[in-house]
């Protein structure tokens, strides 16, 4: 049964620090993806990880995947107020169509 | 472009009563569809998915159901609701292929009395 487990689970944070949330996983995968999810709002896809040393970049936001350690990375640089939202990381298993499962998300509250 | 509906937004229903609720895709043939929820405060379970019409995975023994009777249409359905399926129902799609990423629905925030 494949575990995704990001942490932190909660991560307050101030402005303008830097930051990495983690997220492993259990089996073998090449394909992993990042979301923002705003209070009581749905998801919204960041990045799409698909091969293994893949880095992509938006504003403040940086993921990366090691496919080998079975580890990626979200690593917030300079943190602004804006950024407080839950991330979440999925794992895409290939088993039959696409099915991806989640980790528990990292709750982010940037102080001013 | 693609978008996905999902309705309604908000429900509040006894216990004991069914319900229905609706998801639908346009932009994309063939999608794969799913159902998650997501419980107060807690990450996203998936519920079930399908690769096509009437295809239907389920992850998880529960009181729910869902169907789909066309190619972009998808349905969570209980007969008889419990306190417990209260939660936040998103509704995702994606297409078969490298980088497919899910796009989600706006949810339904489903509160049982």
């Known amino acids: 049964e494949l575990k995704v487990e990001q942490n932190p689970l909660f991560l307050s944070m101030q402005e303008g620090k830097n930051y990495t949330i983690y997220c492993n996983y259990s089996?073998?995968?090449?394909?992993l993806y990042w979301y923002r999810q705003d209070p009581g709002k749905s998801l919204e896809s960041l990045f799409v990880?698909?091969?293994?040393?893949a880095v992509k970049q938006e504003g403040r936001l940086m993921a990366s995947l090691d496919t080998k350690a079975r580890l990626s990375t979200l690593h917030i640089t300079a943190a602004v107020h804006d950024l407080s939202a839950t991330y979440f990381c999925?794992?895409?298993?290939?088993?039959?169509?696409?099915?991806?499962?989640f980790g528990a998300g990292t709750i982010l509250r940037v102080k001013s | 472009s693609q978008t996905i509906h999902q309705w309604p937004a908000t429900l509040v229903q006894p216990v004991g009563s069914p319900l229905s609720l609706e998801c639908t895709v346009e932009?994309?043939?063939?999608?794969?569809l799913y159902w998650y929820r997501q419980a107060a405060g807690r990450g996203l379970q998936l519920l079930f998915y399908?690769?096509?019409?009437?295809?239907i995975s389920s992850e998880v023994p529960q009181n729910l159901s869902a169907s789909r009777p066309q190619d972009r249409q998808f349905i969570l359905s209980s007969k008889k609701l419990l306190l417990s399926d209260s939660g936040f129902y998103l509704c995702?799609?994606?297409?078969?292929?490298?980088?497919?990423?899910?796009?989600f629905g706006q949810g339904t925030r489903l509160t049982v009395v």
């Open positions: 995702a799609w994606s297409v078969l292929g490298a980088g497919a990423e899910a796009f």
């Open positions: 089996t073998t995968s090449d394909r």
């Open positions: 990880l698909l091969s293994n040393g």
């Open positions: 999925a794992v895409d298993i290939r088993v039959y169509g696409n099915k991806l499962v």
């Open positions: 932009g994309t043939s063939n999608p794969n």
């Open positions: 399908s690769v096509g019409i009437g295809q």
